[in-house]
Each structure stands twice: as C-alpha cells, then as structure tokens.
C-alpha cells in the first residue's frame, strides 16, 4: 500500500459556493414562492414559464418541468401558450389541506401504536 500525504491543509477556497450545492428545483421554488409572498403575483394572476425562468435564471425547459410537478399541489394551474395561473386559496382549500394532514397524522400514531411492543395490540 502506498503511503499517502497531505500537501496542504484545505482553506474555505477549496469548497463550493453555497449556490452551487443547490439544485435548479430549489432556486425555482424560492423565486415562485418569493414573488406570491411578496404579493407581486395575487391569487388568479396569470405568469409565464419565461417569467419565471428570466427571474430564476434558469431554462424554460426546467422552468416548465418544475411548474408540471408544483402543479400536483393544486397551487397552480397550466393555461395555454406556456402560460399559468396562481389558484385562489380559498376557506375550502384550507379545509381540504387540514382534512389530508389529519389523515397522515392518526395513521402514523396509528402505525407508532401498533408497533411499540409496550402499547397492547389495539390495532388489529
């Protein structure tokens, strides 16, 4: 085996900056959610893939692919010519999120309960 040494200790100048250990996703998702928390986009205000990609600095292409994915949450919506728009978040929307979260919550107490071997099989 060969013996291996340490030319040099490393110096702060050896890492990567802080914005190059980020990806393209989380640098879209600030900027989205920076600009709607900042009030620049209200509910029902329409952007664009191109927008978002001068703001963020990224392709369209990302851009396009990131806003699909968002999408899912019921947030946003695709409108047509690489358009979007901001969905309201209305009182029923709220009730909806709060139903799903209580539905995670009692089944992983549930899951917590039926497998602590302290706890009496009330699970089955």
Do not use: N
Not at 78 to 98: H, V
Not at 99 to 111: P, S, T
Request: hydrophobic share 40%.
């Amino acid at each position: 085996m060969k013996d291996r040494y340490l030319r040099r200790a490393p110096t702060p100048q050896d890492g990567f900056p802080d914005s190059d250990l980020h990806s393209g996703t989380e640098d879209l998702q600030q900027v989205l959610l920076g600009i709607i928390y900042q009030r620049d986009l209200p509910p029902g205000a329409m952007f664009t893939e191109a927008e978002l990609s001068r703001a963020a600095g990224v392709s369209t292409i990302a851009v396009r692919e990131f806003l699909i994915g968002f999408a899912r949450y019921g947030l946003i919506e695709k409108c047509p010519r690489g358009g979007w728009r901001l969905c309201a978040f209305d009182p029923a929307f709220a009730q909806e999120l709060g139903q799903v979260r209580e539905m995670f919550e009692l089944r992983a107490v549930r899951k917590c309960a039926c497998w602590h071997p302290m706890i009496p099989r009330l699970c089955t």
